[in-house]
Each structure stands twice: as C-alpha cells, then as structure tokens.
C-alpha cells in the first residue's frame, strides 16, 4: 500500500507499534519484514534530504557490513592500547594523523612524551556535541587552575571527585573564574555543555553583576537583552540580516570588559555555523584579541594548581579558543587547497592550529566527509592536556577521553571514508559541492524575483534568499509544510528588525545533485508554495513598503 505525501511516493510510514517489544520474540518472517518497512522508508527519505548538514554518499560502507557481527570498543587513550582486544585503533591512529597533517598540528613522535604544541586528540562516538563537551571541560580545568596532565600533584589530589582549587592569586579573585564568549550563531551543544559544566557566559555574568555596563551599544539590533546584556551571544555581523560571522569588534570590547575584571576567557568560534554555514575569521578575531591578553596578562601567568602543595605551579595562558568546526573543520581546508590550485578564486579564513591562540578544534565525521554513525574528531595541543578524574586498571588504557566504552566501528567508517578519496579527489570535491551552492542560490534569487514580479502569495516582496562568501548553506523564506516535509528542510525563525521571519535552508553536501536542485526549484515555483495560510503558527511575511 502506498500513500501520497507532499507530491512524493511513499509506502506505509513505520509505526510505533510495527517495532513494540512484548514478552514474545518476533518469529524470523515478522522481524525481517518490519525491518525491510524501515530500509524502504530510509531509502526513499534520503534521496530528498537536503536542509541538513549531512552526507548520505555512502556506497562504499555496504562493505563493513561483515564488522557488525563484532563488538569493536576503543576504551581509553588513541594512542596507548588496551588488554581488549577487539578494537579498531590502528584505524583511529590513522585518522588522527589525516586531520593533524589537514590542521597544521603534527602528532607526537613519542606519544608518551609529546611537546606542548603536539596534537592529541581522539575520535568521537557522537557527532561535534561530545567534541564540544570535551573542549569545554579542558578548557575550564585549564583556565580554573586545575591540575593537568603535564602537572605533578602532591597527596591524593588526582583521587578527588570534588575540584577543591588552589587559593587563588590575593590581588585578583576573579584570576580562576572563566568566561565564556560565543557568537549567536554557535550550535546549541555549547549553552548545553556550559550548563553541565557550570561556566558562565558573558551575558550571565554581565546582566548579574554588572547591570547597565555592556560595553557594546545594542540600540535598533532588536535583540534580546539581559539587564542591556545580549543574550544568546555575541552579535552576529549585520544581525539576522547579515552572513552570520561574528561580529569581531563586539567580541573585542566584550572580552576587554571581563579581562579587565581579572576573568581569563574562553572564546568559541564557528567555522560552519549552523544554520547560515558561517566561517568566522578567527585569524583576524585573534589578532585583535592578542593585545587585549597581553595588558591584561592573560600571556603566560602563574597558575596555583594543587592545593596541597602552593609552591607547586605551571605557567599556562589565561584565554582558551576553541574552534567548532563541526562542518567547515574538515571541508575548508579542502577550499583552501582549491584555491591554491586555482580552482577557485578564494577560500575561507585561516582557523586551525597554524594561529597560536587556537587550543582546539573538533569536526563532525558524519556532515563531512560522511559516515553511517554519528562521529568527529576531537583534537587540542598536549601541552593543555586535561587530567583524567581516574586512572581505571581495568582498561589498561588511560581514562583520557570523555567516553568510557568508545565506539571502534566509528573509527572504521571515518578510515574507511577518507581511504576511498585521494586529495585531489577531496579538493576537486571541495570545489565542485561550493559551485553548487552557488548554483542554487543564483537559482533561488530568479525565482525570488519571478515570485515578486507576479505578485505570489506570501512572497510578494521577494523570498529573501541568502548565502555566505564560501558556504555550502542558502537559505531563504520557509515554503508550505509539504515542501519542507518532501525535501527534509531545516526551519529555523530569525529576527529582522524586531520581527519574526521563518526561512529555511538547504545544504548542498557531497550527495546532493544539480538535478535535485533543480526538482527542488520546480516545486518552489509553483503557485501556493510560499502560502502557510493553513499554518496555525505562521507568520505572514510584510508585504511590499510594509518594511
């Protein structure tokens, strides 16, 4: 049986009840045909996905299927291997030395004794979530004084669940109380980890203790504010108008604010912003912030790290950047070498660990280059290695990632992926999928002024297209419920001028085709949809000279 669903053929949609466990097992023909439902599903849905930062060309991962029938678990430390036997971290090994050598942060020669400036790092079980949550928690232990795996602890400090901190320096009480600065367009898994993690965020601490003070005039940005704070981050440049970089002036004056206060600060940047696909310029953003650390001695400060001990002490910096690459992390660099191949005229920002501010950086496996799993790679310099809260015998590894049990099968989909393309495959790739999203968004812009000329419903004044220098991101006004169910589009409302516009986005990745852009065109053009009428909680764009 099949239903008809937004111009789109589907069979039967999965139940709840088709996969609802009772007490009986499932006789081989029952459980085999449920299953079948849902690989039919799956296959129909994924060749319309087009508003998610994901890759769905996988064809070369039908042959892991022989894996499965194996439990592969890297349990502790990339680089030092467990008495389980059953894991995959040659793989590992090897996909961490592929994205060192892409960020510009070699390996160490001995593992057991890096320098500082080495990378380490490790592959994910989530996707950048879990990458994000581990920057996070190194980063505050780095900047709160705690102690880290280069440090030499007295007493049973290493042993404690508690973190009870060295006294901090008399003249500055605010020297192990960190600040988080993040721009409006960071993924929600940073508000996420903060809240776990108990670190506050300039606008926290800014509208609590410092009401009125913002350093930053927020007059006709129509944002949010907590006690003249602005909440949600850092503005973005030109707003919910604009491209979605950071705006680096504001970050200036914010992280000036605070570190005049004696508060080291934790800086996140986006290279891939979620839903506008944004490239901050972090080399800029650093150079900016470089003489604001140094007036405030944020460079190279002493640091009181064990309280059994005071004389004990490490010199560590007093900022912290992270870099969430979750999709840019691993496709920029591809512009970048695209560039200077003269395929395309220009590429991102710098923002790996070629700029010595950078402390970390983490990428999703799955947007990019694509996995089957959720997956990314986790990397920072070992010289701010965080220490484990526990050394477990048991694992005979070190307990130095954030999973206890970590997935192997993902470090084989990530190997497996990055072995089947070459690096000029990979940068020709790069090339070709940033042509397309121009594509599109040429595309999107004609029919927005066909729309306009012909007076459509709902889109009388244009569709209000966007795309950023380099993104693989266009978004543009949301259309009626069946369009965005058939394509699978992300719906995300921005604020433009204190008013309330819902777009959607498409992400043109690796799979997607001209031809499905073209389909996708098709439908937009037709009369009605842009008209969410129907729509109980749509909001009816201005028309013409309303603005």
């Keep these: 049986m099949t239903i008809e669903h937004s111009g789109l053929h589907l069979s039967a949609l999965p139940t709840d009840e088709d996969y609802r466990l009772g007490t009986d097992a499932y006789t081989d023909e029952h459980r085999t045909a449920v299953l079948a439902k849902l690989g039919e599903y799956l296959g129909e849905r994924r060749g319309r996905l087009l508003g ?4 769905l060309s996988l064809d070369g ?14 349990a502790g430390d990339p680089f030092v291997d467990s008495n389980y036997s059953l894991h995959s971290r040659w793989l590992e090994r090897a996909v961490l030395e592929h994205y060192a050598r892409l960020w510009h942060a070699p390996l160490p020669q001995d593992p057991a004794n890096p320098q500082d400036q080495d990378g380490w790092g490790y592959v994910l079980s989530m996707g950048s979530t879990e990458g994000n949550l581990y920057a996070l928690w190194n980063a505050r232990d780095y900047l709160d004084g705690n102690a880290l795996v280069r440090d030499e602890i007295a007493g049973d400090h290493s042993c404690r669940t508690t973190y009870l901190r060295a006294k901090h320096p008399d003249d500055n009480p605010n020297a192990y109380s960190p600040v988080a600065f993040f721009s409006q367009e960071t993924h929600y898994s940073h508000i996420k980890a903060m809240r776990v993690l108990d670190i506050p965020t300039f606008y926290d601490l800014g509208g609590s203790l410092y009401p009125g003070r913002c350093p930053i005039d927020l007059t006709g940005t129509g944002m949010q504010t907590y006690n003249g704070w602005p909440l949600g981050g850092v503005p973005t440049t030109g707003g919910d108008e604009g491209p979605g970089t950071i705006d680096v002036d504001a970050l200036v004056a914010l992280v000036d604010f605070f570190a005049a206060k004696g508060h080291p600060v934790l800086v996140n940047f986006n290279i891939g912003s979620v839903f506008k696909g944004a490239y901050d310029d972090v080399q800029t953003a650093c150079e900016r912030l470089r003489p604001v650390f140094e007036t405030h001695g944020l460079i190279d400060r002493t640091v009181r790290f064990d309280p059994d001990d005071l004389d004990r002490v490490s010199i560590r910096n007093g900022y912290w950047i992270h870099v969430d690459g979750a999709l840019g992390g691993a ?4 512009l ?13 920002p710098v923002f ?3 700029i010595p501010e950078v402390s970390s950086i983490v990428t999703s496996g799955h947007k990019y280059p694509g996995a089957p799993v959720p997956t990314g790679i986790y990397m920072s310099r070992a010289g701010s290695k965080l220490r484990p809260p526990s050394d477990p015998a048991v694992v005979a590894s070190p307990d130095s990632t954030f999973a206890g049990s970590r997935s192997g099968f993902a470090s084989l ?3 497996n992926q990055l072995a089947q393309l070459g690096e000029e495959q990979q940068v020709r790739q790069a090339a070709e999928v940033l042509r397309l999203a121009e594509y599109t968004a040429e595309r999107l812009r004609k029919l927005s002024s066909m729309l306009q000329e012909r007076g459509e419903p709902w889109a009388e004044d244009g569709i209000e297209v966007g795309h950023g220098d380099h993104a693989l991101s266009v978004w543009f006004q949301q259309p009626r419920a069946e369009i965005a169910k058939k394509y699978s589009l992300a719906c995300v409302p921005l604020n433009l001028g204190g008013r309330r516009h819902d777009y959607s986005h498409v ?11 073209d389909e996708l065109i098709d439908d937009l053009s037709l009369p009605g949809a842009f008209d969410r009428s129907a729509e109980t909680d749509a909001e009816r764009p201005l028309l013409p000279g309303q603005r």
């Design 52 to 55: 998610y930062q994901v890759n």
């Design 61 to 74: 991962h039908t042959a892991l299927g022989r894996f499965l029938g194996h439990h592969i678990n890297n």
């Design 331 to 334: 496709y920029a660099p591809y």
């Design 336 to 348: 970048e070498k695209a560039r200077n191949a003269g395929l395309i005229d220009t590429a991102p």
């Design 352 to 354: 790996d660990f070629r």
């Design 413 to 415: 989909a990530m190997w």
């Design 507 to 517: 992400y043109v990745m690796p799979h997607v085709t001209q031809e499905l852009i």
